[in-house]
């Protein structure tokens, strides 16, 4: 026989053993359900206690059920061989039928008779409303029908128990729960900081993985370099010193030279130059007049423009294009420098021609600027052609030719003014350089500009910077707009191509026409001439 709970119904049917012991008596509780299942309810129940409440009341004590093992089928059939509760599995004494004598039953009255319950009620009607039973309050001390008595005390104080202990209780479990929560905040911030901490722990690991790795690599850059320096200050060094001791020397050698030369020509040029060629006969207003006249041969010849004017000296071309050309600016050696204020432009400079080898006359043209002054005389008195030809230092020429050229006078700063281009040389003066495109194109176009010298600022290019001139960065006097595509007053290069670390402001100071060399060739050759405009046939 084993203990098991049994969970039955209030108000099934309920049977019941007693058996004395001191003050407490048992009671067998049983239902249909339990028997089948083979289970009994024995309940001890305080006698001072419950005398005054029911037997029926499941509320007034606790059951616990034993299950027997014998088999419960006998009694459904009304018997009760049931044992009863003891110190061991019978509850009769044994007897000695030798010593003893055989138990015998006592005489007994009858059963008390008369009085007891009245009759149960009668079943209801089928139309008949049936009453409704609450079922008893498991958790109250009173039953709902007050039928069923009243309950013991016992659940009562168990109900005030626990309420007593409910609240002091529930605040600790609230404390607790704060107390929960606290920590698992904290805990959740530790975790996190340890993460970071984690987390830069192997940043500051990388990182200085990185700085070994660069210091490696630094190392090894600073080992290259220690033998580099090694071996360029021991051997290179040196080497190169020997060199330049050997090239200082030859330098001086030159040096020395030259002095001897320059000291040769001062005495030579302690005596004015004097043209020692014979003039022509012949003259005229201009060179054109002087061909018509039966000048023939291209050299230097006196002109006059007008009667109230001295005559000066030009030089003639009388074999290009049909001759009568008079040579107003010649460049072909660089022996004569112009970069010159705005005075010498006005009046002229330079060398107008020098005698032939073996002839009695000047019949090599010289590096000249014939003069603003006269150069604008000239191109008042009618229509005037200009041919500009120009020679690079592998013999190739091309040339440029403008129908219309007029040079205004002085108080209008000598102002340009060109037209009808026709030529190989391509249109520097009127389009510009034709590798720049846009406003950087229309920044070199020379038509319509003012002559500019370095200390007489009347180009293109406006600026509040006094070094900021064309003039001055270009090497010469010219129609500068800001600043050029031809430059034919520039500085002499020798071979043609030059840099601009050559250059003395780092510009394409040369003799150049930009759209034939562009900025960076200076010409060999370049020489400008005008004639008066006339029908040819």
């Known amino acids: ?141 009173l039953h709902a029908d007050p039928d069923l008595g009243v309950l013991c005390p016992t659940g009562c104080k168990l109900q005030d128990t626990l309420v007593r202990q409910e609240r002091p209780i529930r605040k600790s479990i609230e404390d607790l729960r704060n ?19 984690k987390n830069m722990w192997k940043g500051r690991q990388n990182q200085v993985q990185d700085n070994e790795n660069v210091v490696n690599e630094y190392s090894s850059h600073l080992e290259k370099h220690q033998l580099y320096i090694d071996e360029t200050v021991k051997n290179n060094i040196p080497t190169k010193l020997r060199v330049l001791r050997s090239i200082l020397e030859n330098l001086r050698s030159k040096i020395q030279k030259l002095e001897s ?19 022509p006969v012949v003259s005229g207003k201009e060179c054109e007049e002087i061909i018509r006249n039966g000048g023939e041969t291209s050299e230097m010849y006196l002109i006059q423009p007008e009667d109230s004017s001295k005559p000066y000296r030009v030089y003639c071309d009388m074999k290009t294009e049909k001759g009568g050309w008079t040579v107003i600016q010649n460049r072909q050696d660089g022996s004569v420098d112009f970069g010159r204020k705005w005075d010498p432009y006005k009046q002229g400079f330079g060398n107008i021609a020098t005698n032939a080898e073996g002839k009695k006359y000047c019949g090599v043209p010289g590096e000249y600027w014939l003069g603003n002054d006269r150069i604008s005389q000239l191109t008042n008195m009618g229509p005037t052609k200009l041919l500009i030809e120009m020679e690079d230092w592998k013999g190739d020429k091309v040339t440029a030719l403008y129908e219309g050229f007029t040079v205004q006078n002085e108080a209008n700063k000598y102002q340009l003014s060109v037209s009808k281009y ?58 500068y707009n800001r600043c050029h595509a031809a430059n034919p007053n520039g ?29 960076w060739y200076s010409m060999k050759k370049m020489s400008m001439k005008i004639r008066p405009y006339f029908p040819e046939q």
């Not at 905040?185 to 975790?191: A, E, V």
């Not at 846009?438 to 020379?446: F, P, Q, S």
């Not at 500019?452 to 293109?460: A, C, E, I």
């Not at 290069?493 to 034939?516: E, L, R």
Request: charge should be positive; charged fraction near 25%.
């Open 1 to 141: 026989m084993w203990l098991q709970q049994c969970q039955g119904t209030v108000g099934q049917k309920w049977g019941e053993e007693k058996h004395l012991k001191t003050r407490h008596f048992y009671i067998l509780i049983y239902t249909d359900w339990c028997q089948k299942m083979g289970i009994f309810f024995y309940t001890q129940v305080d006698s001072a206690v419950c005398n005054r409440c029911t037997y029926t009341s499941r509320s007034c004590h606790q059951s616990t059920c034993f299950k027997r093992e014998k088999n419960l089928s006998k009694y459904s059939n009304g018997q009760d061989d049931r044992p009863k509760v003891g110190l061991d599995a019978r509850g009769h004494r044994p007897y000695d039928k030798k010593k003893e004598e055989a138990p015998s039953l006592r005489p007994v009255p009858p059963p008390i008779s008369g009085g007891g319950y009245r009759a149960r009620p009668a079943t209801a009607t089928v139309g008949q409303k049936k009453v409704e039973r609450k079922p008893p309050d498991a958790d109250g001390c």
């Open 179 to 197: 107390t929960v929560e606290s920590v698992s905040r904290t805990s959740s911030s530790t975790f996190q900081y340890i993460t970071l901490l």
């Open 261 to 279: 030369d320059v000291s040769t020509q001062m005495e030579y040029c302690r005596t004015p130059c004097t043209v020692t060629c014979n003039i």
């Open 422 to 479: 026709k030529g190989t040389a391509g249109n520097a003066l009127i389009e510009g350089a034709s590798q720049l495109v846009g406003e950087n194109r229309t920044m070199t176009i020379h038509n319509s500009m003012f002559f500019s010298t370095y200390d007489r600022d009347n180009d293109g290019w406006k600026t509040t910077d006094p070094r900021k001139q064309c003039s001055k960065e270009d090497g010469g006097g010219w129609w």
């Open 491 to 519: 500085r002499y290069y020798w071979g043609g191509a030059y840099t601009w670390d050559m250059a003395k402001h780092g510009t394409d100071d040369g003799v150049v026409w930009m759209n034939w060399q562009g900025s």
